[in-house]
């Protein structure tokens, strides 16, 4: 039988999450690669409002809960005041690509160096799966009703793409949670990403598509079908900035 992966120390409190939410799987993998990184004791996150501010409650960490959308800002100054300490921004797609998008976009453009966790679901999760800038063309949200119009809307933003062609980024990558497989793939990436930081050797990205149940209306099996099926032939997988210095 398999050996059962040792729960990460920081861990320490159960988190709210849906059935079948995938912020838990993200958390857990940040989880682990601190503790392998023997970085855990040395983790300031900066996070956003959301869902993912349930990361808040089950880590054992130091932690700021930002202003909707702010993390881009207060992450650099956690890391510009105390380059010594990991900076991890943990955010969804609302919170970093919609209201937070002039920061998180100032943040990758400056270099920051820090690192960028973003959890791409689509929409708006905690408020009910309102449209986001990643919602899928013709998606029927809580405010897109007869699906997203792109021609009024703008298409749905591709972050690490842009941050890797426009700007200077040490690392930019998007994984997923829909199968095992992928789910130790990511676990390579966010590990990819934290050792950037840890060499300073500048911002590092990786978002991250992850199935929201309750609000996509779907099972959590169907909701990995249609990460698979719909969102990954449009937010394709994989590292768009490799590390120069290893
Ligand atoms: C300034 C401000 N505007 C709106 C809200 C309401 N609000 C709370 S969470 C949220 C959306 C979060 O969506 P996302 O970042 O995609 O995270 P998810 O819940 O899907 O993980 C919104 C709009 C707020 N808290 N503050
Ligand atoms: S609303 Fe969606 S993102 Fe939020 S915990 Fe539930 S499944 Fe996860």
Redesign the pocket.
Known sequence: MAKARKVPAIIDNPMGFCPGCG?GIVIRLIGECLEELGQDKNVIFGI?????SLLGGGLDTDRLHC??GRVGAVATAMKRVNPENIVIAY??????FS?GIGETTSAAYRNEKFTAII?N?T?????GG?M?NTTMPGQKTSTSIYGRDCTVTGMPIKFPELVASQFNPAYAARGSVHNPAHINKLKGYIKNALEAQINGEGYSVVEVLSP?PTNWGKTATDSMTRIVEELIPYFPLGEFKTREAK
């Open positions: 912020h956003g409002v959301g869902c993912s202003s909707h955010q969804g797609d609302g919170d970093a209201i959890i679901n929409n708006y999760g905690m408020t309102q986001s929201c």
